[in-house]
C-alpha cells in the first residue's frame, strides 16, 4: 500500500474516531451543563489545565521522534519506553507535591485534591504513551482509533454518573481517570510490542536534544491557546471561568472533528516527502486550500448562531458563553490556516521556528487578553481572537515561506476564493439571522434556518469559484464524513518512486 493510500485509510479511521469524539463531546456538554453549575465547571478546568500543561512535559517530543525517524531498533524503542515511563513517574509525584501551592495561587481550597487525582489519570495514561506513537508510526490509525472511541466513551459515562450522585468538579475529574484507563489498556493490548531492553543513556540524550525544541513549542502553544482560563481563573475565578470555558470547548469542536486528525496525517505524510520541495508544496497547498475554506466558512457563521448554539446545547443559564463563543470567531478562522502550519515545519525540522513563532504568538495572546479583560469576559475573547487572527496568522505564513518550501504568494492565493466564500456566508448568516429572530423563540428554532442558509449560500458560491469547485463537487460528501483530506490524498499526483507502484 502507498504512502497516500495509507494515509487516506488513516484519515477514515481518525475521522470516524473524531465524528464519536464530538457526538459524546456534545452528549457531555449538554448533560454536564444541566447537572454542575458554572462553579464547578471552573473548578475542575483549573485542575485539568494544570495536568494537561504538565503532559506536554511527560511526552517530551518523544512521540515525534517515533515517527520522524526512518528506522528505529529493539534498543531505541525501549529507551524510548523507559524514558516515556521516568517522565511520567516524575511529573505525577510533581503534580501532587505542588497541588498544594495552586490551590493557593488560584485561592481554592478545594483544588488540592481534584489536582491529585487528575494526577492519577496523568500517570495512567503515560504508561502507554510509546505503544500509542508506534500504532501512529506504523499507520495503524484504526487501533488508535477505536481506543480513543473507548476512552471517549468511559470517560461520558463516568462523567455523568458521578455528576448525577455528587453534582460537583469530582464529576470531570472521574470521567477523566476512566478514560485514561480504557485507553491505555485498549492500546497495550493492540500493540504487540513489550520492552525488552533497558534505558541506554548515550541512545536518551540523543532522543531528548531533538525533543527539547518541540516540548517548548508544544509549551508555547498550550499556553497560547489556554492563556486566557488561566488569566480568568486567576482575576475572575471559577465561576467565570466556567462560563468561558465551556464556549471553549464548543469553540474547539471543529478542530477536534476536522483538524486534529488532518494534522496527525499531514505530518506523516509531509515528513516522507520533506526532501521533493515539488510533492510537499502540492500537499500542503491542497490542505490549506480545504482547510480554509472550512475554517473560514464556520467562522463567519459562528456570530450569527453562537448564542443559539450555547442556548440549544447547554441551556439557559449558560447564554453568556454565547456571547463569549461569538467573539472567538476570528480565532477560529485562523485555525484554518496555523493549525497546519506546524506540521508543516516540524516535517521540515524547523522546530527553532516553530519554537520563535510559539513565543509571539503567546505574547500576543496573553496581551490581547490582558487588554480586553477589564472590560468583561467578551472583551477578553475579543482581544485573544483579534491576537489570533492578525498576528499569529500572517507570522506563520512569513516563517514557513522562509523555509522556501511554500511561498507567501502561493499561500494567500490558496486561501483567497476561501475567504470570498466566507463573505457570502457571513452575510447570509446576518440576513437570516435578522429575519428570524425576532419571529422565533431562539435555540434551535433560530439557529438551524440561520446556519443552512449561510451553509447553502457560501457552498453555491464555493460550487461556481473555479478553486473551489472541485473540491465541492467531488469531495463534499466525504468532507461530510470527515474523510476530506483522504479523497485529497488519493488525488495528488504520484512521485516518481511511487508511479509504478499506483500503476500496479
Known sequence: MSRARSAAHGMVALSAMRIWGVVVGLISLAALARLLPPDEFGLAAMAMTVVAFITLFRDFGLALVVMQRSSLDAEDQSTLFWLNLLLTVFLTVLVIATSGLLAYFYGQPRLTPLLCGAALSLFISGLTGQHDAQLRREMAFGAVARSDALGLTANLVASVLTAMVRQDAWAIVVGSIAQSVTHSLSIYLAHPWRPQHGLRRDRARAFLRPGMDVTIYSVLTYLSTNVAQIMIGYWRGPGALGLFYRAQQIFMLPYQLILSSVTQVLLVLLSKH????????????????????????????????????????????????????????????????????????????????????????????AGGVMLGLPFGLTAAAAGFSIASLGISVPLGVVLLARSRHVGIRDQVGACLPSLAVAVAVAVAAALAHSLVHHMLPGGLATLLPTALFGISAGVALAAMLPATRAFVLHDLGEVLRMTGFARFARHVPPADGEADHHGR
Not at 472550512?294 to 454565547?322: H, K, M, N, Q, T
Open 274 to 365: 520533506q526532501g521533493d520541495t515539488q510533492r510537499y508544496r502540492q500537499i500542503y497547498l491542497g490542505c490549506l486550500q480545504r482547510m480554509s475554506l472550512i475554517f473560514f466558512v464556520l467562522a463567519a457563521a459562528l456570530p450569527f448562531v453562537a448564542y443559539d448554539l450555547v442556548l440549544f446545547i447547554l441551556g439557559p443559564r449558560w447564554v453568556e458563553s454565547g456571547r463569549i463563543l461569538a467573539w472567538l470567531a476570528p480565532a477560529l478562522a485562523a485555525h484554518g490556516v496555523t493549525g497546519i502550519v506546524a506540521p508543516a515545519l516540524i516535517a521540515i525540522e524547523r522546530s527553532a521556528t516553530l519554537r520563535n513563532w510559539a513565543l509571539i504568538d503567546v505574547l500576543a495572546r
